[in-house]
């Protein structure tokens, strides 16, 4: 997400962003709790889970350089997702109120989110439709909440 950032938007994120650890299975943040934090995956990999009929099923996996969580910030709604780490994994976290006011002060850097934002959509409307056919969940190396 913040690959095509400039020196000074890149001097922004740096002021705002911290440092999260989590181990193997630990859960970073449950679907519908209030969502306040935005995540980049640094090292290791994160599952995306949804509960559905009282089970939560993994929806995709999130690799290193994946961004999640800013569904609920700009959608101001409750986590559609869960996140449990799939091994130790280094976080970058951005808090949703620092997050926004970066949008506003960098258009472009929103640009890039709408562009963001779109690929979910079609990403998911692909996993229902492949679900709905029974074939198993797609997964895009990109994909992520």
């Given at each position: 997400?913040?690959?095509?950032?400039?020196?000074?938007?890149?001097?922004?994120?740096?002021r705002?962003?911290?440092?999260?650890?989590?181990?193997n299975?630990?859960?970073?943040?449950?679907?519908?709790?209030?969502?306040?934090?935005?995540?980049?995956?640094?090292?290791?990999?994160?599952?995306?889970?949804?509960?559905?009929?009282?089970?939560?099923?993994?929806?995709?996996t999130?690799?290193?350089?994946?961004?999640?969580?800013?569904?609920?910030?700009?959608?101001?709604?409750?986590?559609?997702?869960?996140?449990?780490?799939?091994?130790?994994?280094?976080?970058?976290?951005?808090?949703?109120e620092?997050?926004?006011?970066?949008?506003?002060?960098?258009?472009?850097?929103?640009?890039?989110?709408?562009g963001?934002?779109?690929?979910?959509?079609?990403?998911?409307?692909?996993?229902?439709?492949?679900?709905?056919?029974?074939?198993?969940?797609?997964?895009?190396?990109?994909?992520?909440?």
């Open positions: 997400m913040f690959s095509i950032l400039t020196n000074e938007h890149l001097d922004s994120v740096a705002i962003i911290f440092e999260q650890w989590a181990e299975g630990e859960y970073i943040c449950r679907q519908g709790e209030e969502g306040n934090e935005l995540y980049i995956i640094k090292k290791g990999e994160v599952e995306v889970l949804q509960k559905s009929n009282g089970k939560e099923h993994v929806i995709f999130a690799k290193e350089g994946a961004c999640l969580g800013e569904l609920a910030i700009l959608g101001n709604i409750t986590r559609t997702a869960s996140l449990r780490a799939r091994e130790s994994v280094q976080l970058l976290v951005i808090k949703g620092h997050f926004l006011a970066l949008l506003k002060k960098y258009p472009d850097i929103s640009i890039q989110m709408l963001l934002m779109v690929e979910r959509i079609l990403n998911a409307e692909r996993r229902s439709k492949n679900e709905a056919h029974g074939v198993k969940s797609y997964q895009h190396p990109n994909d992520s909440l």
